[in-house]
């Protein structure tokens, strides 16, 4: 049955019982070119969505990438507005879910203060005049091996009294 030349020839040449595996391989081909195309489109992460929450004591806005994968460096920016009085304490408080296998490497402008009470992070910054906006840029790395969903919070206070609440989803990607 080997040293048959004619059964090697329609076997090897000709894919003779093995068309298939051209299309197998075709379509694998096209499962890859399929998540390079979503990539180019976003479908990953990266591209920042900003959020924005009025109160009529503040403005709160909140820019930062809904889908990431691991490994990845971003930035969250947090814009702060007081609106009708001023703010004596103004203080950004993050929930645990942002620290939740990501690590903060830096804010700009640093906080005057950091708490850490109740699983919630907050950093106070100097007093904010009626109608001054502060604006928080805090940069991030996602750790290699964290993978989910979570529930982000980020609020903005003044002193002990919430002044206004964002609520996002984070989606990390192997």
Not at 25 to 47: D, E, K, P
Not at 56 to 75: K, V
Not at 101 to 117: F, H, I, M, W, Y
Not at 152 to 160: K, R, Y
């Amino acid at each position: 049955m080997w040293a048959d030349p004619d059964f090697a020839h329609d076997r090897y040449v000709e894919l003779r019982g093995r068309t298939w595996h051209l299309w197998l391989r075709r379509g694998l081909l096209l499962l890859i070119a399929a998540v390079c195309v979503a990539a180019l489109f976003n479908a990953y992460g990266q591209g920042p969505t900003t959020s924005a929450v009025a109160a009529p004591q503040a403005l709160m806005q909140l820019e930062t990438p809904p889908r990431l994968s691991g490994g990845l460096l971003f930035q969250a920016r947090f814009r702060l507005t007081a609106r009708d009085h001023a703010l004596s304490h103004p203080k950004l408080v993050l929930n645990e879910n942002w620290f939740d296998g990501v690590t903060l490497n830096a804010s700009d402008p640093s906080p005057s203060a950091e708490n850490s009470r109740g699983g919630r992070f907050a950093m106070a910054f100097p007093a904010l005049g009626r109608g001054q906006t502060l604006t928080v840029i805090t940069h991030w790395q996602v750790n290699p091996t964290t993978v989910g969903r979570r529930a982000l919070v980020a609020a903005f206070d003044d002193g002990s009294t919430r002044l206004a609440a964002l609520h996002r989803t984070l989606t990390i990607f192997p």
